[in-house]
């Protein structure tokens, strides 16, 4: 029977981290699942219509000074449906995450979005970039009480209608929906083959993918990130999980500025 693990967990010899799907026999099945390592593989149901009604916006901050793009984009994008704000702040500044929240407090803010939330972060010096990154989502995502997450990376400007976009066009059995940008390595950070290898080029249409960045992304499905992941990004790590769930990803044909700070 087909199985899903719920932790990183060794199976006849071969390493499993959370949520892959293994192949078992009755019997081996249930004495993990007794042990709490497995349970039952469940193909999520996908709805034939998209309609959505309200999304959490989250924003790590890290003390960027260019940050004043995002709180103009914020300011003034196409505001769709219902939005709430989430902001972590991992700059360890003062000054700056007072200037945050005096923004946050501001009357057109709360008139264009639901909620606004300030956290304050300071992830733990001896992690790697992306895993640090990693970490800042997992403290910030248990926060957000609505079922569609959008991710709005600091160094990233979206078009006006970004948002509009990504909620009007929602491709059916779509878990993943996003907006590419170029990539500080080179090429875009979108990739077409199970190993993440960025595209050189984007096509001129919406398209399925097997992975893409999430400096703007909008997430059906978003689970906590496995810190020992083996794979270089969060964000690739995390559509790998999701396409394993039976989750499709696609990215839109409008793309982002990415300031490569």
Avoid at 31 to 50: A, C, F, H
Avoid at 136 to 159: A, C, G, H, K, R
Avoid at 161 to 189: C, N, T, W
Wanted: charged letters at 25%.
């Amino acid at each position: 029977m087909l199985a899903t693990t719920l932790r990183q967990t060794r199976i006849n010899g071969k390493k499993y981290y959370p949520h892959e799907k293994v192949e078992l026999s009755e019997s081996d099945f249930k004495r993990l699942s007794d042990m709490g390592i497995v349970e039952l593989y469940v193909k999520p149901q996908i709805s034939n219509t998209i309609k959505i009604n309200e999304v959490g916006i989250v924003v790590l901050l890290s003390g960027n000074k260019t940050v004043k793009h995002v709180q103009d984009w914020l300011r003034m994008c196409d505001v769709p449906c219902k939005c709430s704000l989430y902001f972590l702040d991992s700059s360890g500044c003062g000054k700056f995450g007072q200037r945050i929240k005096r923004w946050l407090g501001s009357s057109m803010i709360h008139k264009r979005y639901n909620k606004q939330v300030y956290l304050t972060y300071k992830p733990k010096f001896h992690l790697k970039k992306t895993d640090t990154v990693a970490e800042l989502y997992n403290q910030i995502i248990p926060f957000v009480s609505e079922s569609y997450i959008l991710t709005l990376e600091d160094d990233i400007e979206p078009p006006r209608d970004g948002l509009k976009r990504l909620i009007e066009d929602y491709p059916q059995g779509a878990f993943v929906f996003g907006m590419p940008y170029e990539s500080r390595h080179g090429g875009y950070a979108v990739s077409f083959d199970d190993v993440f290898i960025r595209s050189e080029t984007l096509p001129n249409e919406i398209a399925e993918v097997k992975a893409v960045g999430g400096g703007f992304t909008l997430w059906a499905d978003f689970e906590r990130i496995v810190r020992d992941r083996p794979y270089k990004g969060w964000d690739d790590w995390l559509c790998a999980r999701i396409r394993q769930r039976g989750g499709k990803v696609f990215i839109h044909s409008k793309h982002c500025k990415h300031y490569h700070t």
